[in-house]
């Protein structure tokens, strides 16, 4: 059982920036490939950012070249840097752990644990 609790989230004005955390606890972290998912209102669930075990990344096309995922397994975290932000990344983001990468980054396949999720309002 693993059990992710994010920090971070907030209000920022369009344009800035925001860093979101996650801590693990639980399993083995190292072997899990996490993301970032969010769900805007109105809208489903959808993946944003995406780090394997070994590191190899992927990210949405909406958010590449803002958003930056990045781990670090001594401390069991994983780390959502965004910057330039717009008032459409306005989401409920929420932090994923999945034992396998393939069924992190296809839709509909993910069978691992979610965070409870952090708001992050970005006004115009």
């Known amino acids: 059982q693993v059990q992710l609790v994010e920090s971070g989230g907030g209000l920022v004005q369009a344009g800035g920036s925001l860093s979101l955390s996650c801590a693990a606890s639980?399993?083995?972290?190292?072997?899990?490939?996490m993301g970032w998912f969010r769900q805007r209102p109105g809208k489903e669930r959808e993946l944003v950012a995406a780090?394997?075990?070994?590191?190899?990344?992927n990210y949405a096309d909406s958010v590449k070249g803002r958003f930056t995922i990045s781990r670090d397994n001594a401390k069991k975290m994983v780390h959502l840097r965004m910057n330039s932000l717009k008032p459409e990344d306005t989401a409920v983001y929420y932090c994923?752990?999945?034992?396998?990468?393939?069924?992190?980054?296809?839709?509909?396949?993910?069978?691992?644990?979610w965070g409870q999720g952090t708001q992050v309002t970005v006004s115009s």
């Open positions: 780090i394997t075990s070994i590191g190899s990344t």
């Open positions: 639980g399993g083995t972290f190292s072997s899990y490939a």
């Open positions: 994923a752990a999945d034992r396998s990468s393939v069924n992190l980054l296809l839709p509909g396949h993910f069978e691992g644990y």
